[in-house]
């Protein structure tokens, strides 16, 4: 499963404006709604802080990946977001984060939820890959680095 397959370019915001978690978790929402018409923004959200209420989806090293599955898709979507100043998400390490994955996964799929989340993850514990995002100023800039990252993998 390669993370280009699921991340259009249109998901991407390099600058989220959201100074806490809810509002980070809406904002990311609001980019996987604008593309995907068939997904309500408030259902979305409600599954996202649904899953954070079992624990924090911040996990460590500046990076949160929020997911959940959503009835009525047939394939993961994700979209990418980050914070200039960080945030408080209730990391494992106490840390603020400043890079967010978020994933919708369809609602009887664990397989490739679980699938897509390890890519993330596995991508994300490349320290220079998420230097490489921290600097990236461009949505286009993000998404060469993330894609260039994924197909070395």
Do not use: W
């Amino acid at each position: 499963m390669k993370l280009s397959d699921l991340l259009d370019i249109k998901n991407i915001t390099v600058a989220m404006k959201a100074r806490n978690k809810n509002l980070a978790i809406e904002e990311l929402a609001d980019l996987i709604v604008e593309c995907n018409h068939s997904i309500k923004k408030d259902d979305l959200i409600k599954i996202l802080l649904e899953r954070e209420r079992l624990g924090s989806t911040g996990i460590g090293d500046g990076v949160a990946i929020p997911h959940g599955k959503v009835p009525g898709i047939t394939e993961p979507i994700i979209s990418f977001g980050k914070s200039e100043s960080g945030l408080d998400f209730d990391s494992m390490d106490g840390q603020p984060v400043y890079l967010f994955f978020l994933l919708v996964a369809p609602e009887n799929s664990a397989n490739i939820h679980l699938k897509a989340l390890a890519r993330i993850a596995k991508i994300l514990k490349n320290q220079s890959l998420r230097k490489q995002l921290l600097e990236a100023k461009t949505r286009e800039d993000i998404y060469k680095v993330i894609i260039n990252d994924d197909e070395e993998l």
